[in-house]
């Protein structure tokens, strides 16, 4: 089975803080994926990246970085923790190829105070 | 841009009823693929069933099957002889393929009920 596997469930965090998430995923995919989860706003798309060391921003990168340094792992990194960014974190990953799906994790509930 | 919308935030169905949810989408794409996820409670998000744009026929998996128009830019999920366990939220998605990578883009859910 496909396993994308954040490191962690929940989190409380400081306002401030430097924020790592971290995201493992075994299927050697090429394609990386950091989401945020809001009610009614679905998933918004924050960096993703298509190979090793290479990234992209996605809709709503302010506030975030990220680091891919070997293939099966993608970091999201939240420079200075700010109470906003409290939300559902899913990280994602798919092939390259053309006919695929995304596999996800099972997200990271960041709760900034 | 691509942009996909769920209008119906939340639905309730009577267990072994039949329900649909609606999804609609806007594109300038004729190549791509649609898909339903599955949010559960537990949270993990799994692929319920997908679409690729230039198949006509309409996918089907088990109680799980879509209606998809091209021409409406529509992809609605229907699911049969519900289960206590459909409960979860649902996430219609768009993927286009743009060279070295994939790109989703996800409507705002809707947050199903399947009533005992």
């Known amino acids: 089975d496909v396993k994308v596997t954040q490191s962690s469930r929940y989190l409380v965090k400081r306002t401030g803080e430097k924020v790592f998430l971290e995201c493992v995923q075994d299927?050697?995919?090429?394609?990386m994926f950091w989401y945020r989860q809001d009610p009614g706003l679905g998933l918004r798309l924050i960096y993703f990246?298509?190979?090793?060391?290479?990234?992209e921003k996605g809709d709503i990168p302010e506030g975030y970085s990220v680091s891919r340094e070997k293939k099966e792992r993608f970091s999201l990194i939240l420079e200075s923790a700010s109470t906003n960014q409290t939300s559902m974190y899913l990280c994602a990953s798919t092939s390259g190829g053309r006919n695929t799906e995304a596999f996800f994790g099972q997200g990271t509930r960041l709760t900034v105070v | 841009a691509q942009t996909v919308t769920q209008s119906q935030p939340e639905m309730s169905v009577q267990e072994a009823e039949t329900v649909t949810l609606s999804c609609t989408y806007d594109?300038?794409?004729?190549?791509?693929?649609l898909f339903w996820y599955k949010q559960p409670p537990s949270r993990q998000m799994i692929l319920v069933i997908r679409?690729?744009?230039?198949?006509?026929q309409n996918a089907t998996e088990n109680r799980f099957s879509v209606n998809f128009q091209k021409a409406a830019k529509s992809f609605s999920l229907k699911i049969s002889d519900s289960q206590l366990g459909d409960t979860a939220m649902y996430f219609c998605?768009?993927?286009?393929?743009?060279?070295?990578?994939?790109?989703?883009?996800f409507g705002s859910g809707t947050k199903l009920n399947v009533k005992p």
């Open positions: 299927m050697d995919h090429e394609n």
């Open positions: 594109t300038s794409e004729s190549n791509y693929y």
């Open positions: 679409q690729e744009a230039y198949k006509q």
């Open positions: 990246s298509y190979d090793v060391k290479m990234k």
């Open positions: 998605a768009f993927m286009k393929h743009d060279g070295n990578f994939n790109k989703f883009y």
